[in-house]
């Protein structure tokens, strides 16, 4: 037992682990002559108390696995926070260039239930003519599902992705013309980084929240010039947002057209308009980002946190009329030739988006990719023997198969007793 729950703790708490049959052996290397020496280490699966190795899941959905959507949660976090105060590679001179928490929201494809509030923030009736409570599972459903256009919402989450693209180039285009330059010259004087999180509204449509920055023409490592105000980004940021368009597909003789939806909301960090007159932090919009990160449809609309297989199976799942609909929408246009390419089907769990859920410039700071590199090698640490023969250079012989995914009822009982230490806390990020 006591070797069980050593494996076990090595997954952190995962609850979906992917399940290995293999082996790898490590063998000295004689670094004068090349030759295969003596075996160093050996791993077999067949030895370990679980019967197979096992390796987290890092499914980033709390719906799937808690405990690596967590961990995901967490390095999204550190990764946003070093573009706004420094770390993890970036200076800290960052916290002195000018940066805006910005969110952009899709147009609208219907009149749906919602919770409107006047300019004192008071709570007003739904068109509708109820007051919704916050939980009510109708709002963001649409007043009449008959008139709605699913088609629209569908083929918007598609092209979201596009249309961000679209805004960055102009966004780029708006700074240098308010600095009296051209675009070419901008990257002489500055470099606009941002990071990004998609989120779903209750209504199944996709918008992004964003933290975008003027740095100097290195990115974070250099000042921005004197030009380059939090007044002069929010301006831009709205201009580039206004012309930012892409053309979608004709439907039936129906030709899509994609923009963002009129409410673009651009705030400057560090000031006293976020949350009632609470101080915009770097703190605040970090936690804000991360906490998106780890979700996707299933969690704002009821529906799916898989892709479908067969469109039968939506008759024995559990999810929202709404959800249903927008579902089945992406399911239908999946099979039109000339919409082949937006792959609708295989993301009709997603309401047809396809994009990355976090994603960022390549100067706002460090990667995921580091944050995982690092806790691999802090475990290597921990794992390693070390002696003074032990030589320098090693040859790894590895083979392994896939062999399943999860744990047995036993394993998941055991795991779930010794969940409080199971987390990430003593790992470095």
């Known amino acids: 037992m006591p070797t069980l729950v050593k494996q076990l703790r090595g997954i952190g708490g995962c609850t979906q682990p992917v399940r290995l049959d293999g082996h790898r052996v490590e063998h000295a290397v004689d670094t004068r002559t090349g030759e295969i020496g003596r075996v160093l ?48 590679g970036t200076p800290d001179t960052v916290t002195r260039h000018p940066k805006v928490f910005a969110t952009f929201t899709a147009p609208g494809f219907g009149p749906v239930h919602n919770r409107p509030t006047d300019r004192r923030g008071t709570v007003r009736a739904c068109r509708c003519g109820l007051l919704h409570d916050t939980d009510d599972e109708s709002l963001g459903t649409p007043l009449d599902p008959a008139t709605y256009d699913y088609e629209g919402a569908v083929l918007w989450n598609a092209h979201a992705g596009m249309l961000w693209r679209r805004f960055s180039i102009y966004l780029r285009r708006e700074i240098a013309k308010r600095a009296g330059l051209t675009q070419r010259d901008l990257a ?47 301006d831009a940021i709205g201009a580039a947002a206004a012309h930012s368009r892409v053309d979608g597909p004709v439907v039936d003789g129906r030709p899509h057209m994609f923009t963002f939806g009129k409410q673009i909301d651009v705030r400057a960090i560090r000031s006293a308009d976020f949350d009632g007159g609470q101080e915009l932090t770097e703190r605040a919009v970090a936690s804000y980002i991360a906490k998106y990160a780890t979700k996707g449809a299933e969690t704002a609309t009821g529906a799916l946190d898989r892709p479908l297989k067969f469109l039968a199976e939506l008759a024995q799942l559990d999810i929202s009329d709404h959800a249903r609909r927008l579902i089945r929408t992406a399911w239908t246009l999946g099979a039109r030739k000339e919409l082949e390419g937006l792959r609708l089907r295989a993301w009709a769990h997603m309401l047809g988006f396809r994009g990355h859920f976090s994603t960022k410039s390549r100067r706002y700071s460090t990667t995921l990719g580091a944050f995982r590199d690092a806790r691999a090698e802090w475990r290597r640490a921990q794992a390693a023997v070390i002696t003074e023969d032990e030589p320098d250079t090693t040859l790894v012989l590895s083979h392994w198969v896939f062999a399943g995914i999860g744990l047995s009822s036993a394993e998941a009982w055991l795991a779930a007793s010794l969940e409080p230490a199971l987390g990430t806390e003593g790992e470095p990020t």
């Open 41 to 88: 280490h050996r791993l077999d699966s067949a030895s370990l108390p679980a019967g197979n190795l096992l390796v987290r899941c890092n499914n980033r959905r709390a719906t799937r696995c808690p405990a690596c959507a967590e961990t995901y949660r967490r390095d999204t976090f550190h990764l946003i926070t070093a573009g706004l105060r420094g770390g993890k």
């Open 188 to 234: 002489d004087f500055a470099r606009v980084s941002f990071a990004k999180v998609a989120e779903y509204q209750k209504r199944g449509a996709v918008h992004f929240h964003a933290v975008i920055r003027i740095d100097g023409p290195e990115g974070g490592d250099t000042p921005p010039p004197t030009w380059a105000t939090a007044d002069l980004l929010t």
